[in-house]
């Protein structure tokens, strides 16, 4: 059974830094994409990052380009997403899944055996 476990939240002030893992059981992320997304209260889940762990090629939504950093340890068979100068709006729960949705609605190009996304973890930015 494929799980990916996202953890690392907290709360943090404006400006502020933290880093969150993404880990992986019963799947390896060689060959794979990995999202990182988010969702706050009242509002749409959205795509943050991605990371193809074939060739290391990263991507970004745009509002969180220059402060954030998808990376991956394949020794650790986990995915990171440091995440500097957070701003209030920032603030969401944070989940990964094996693919990626930037720009685009990650319901509309779910994969059809994708599970679940999990408890996902929560990311509280104070002003």
């Known amino acids: 059974e494929v799980q990916l476990q996202a953890y690392g939240g907290g709360l943090v002030q404006a400006g502020g830094s933290l880093r969150l893992s993404c880990a992986a059981s019963?799947?390896?992320?060689?060959?794979?994409?990995i999202g990182w997304f988010r969702q706050a209260p009242g509002k749409e889940r959205e795509g943050v990052s991605c990371?193809?762990?074939?060739?290391?090629?990263?991507d970004y939504e745009d509002s969180v380009k220059g402060r954030f950093t998808i990376s991956l340890d394949s020794a650790k068979n986990t995915v990171y997403l440091q995440m500097n100068n957070l701003k209030p709006e920032d603030a969401a729960t944070y989940y990964c899944?094996?693919?990626?949705?930037?720009?685009?609605?990650?319901?509309?190009?779910?994969?059809?055996?994708?599970?679940?996304w999990g408890q996902g973890t929560q990311v509280t930015v104070s002003s």
């Open positions: 019963g799947f390896t992320f060689d060959e794979h994409f």
């Open positions: 899944a094996t693919f990626c949705a930037l720009g685009i609605s990650p319901d509309q190009i779910m994969p059809d055996d994708f599970e679940s």
């Open positions: 990371i193809g762990s074939s060739r290391g090629s990263t």
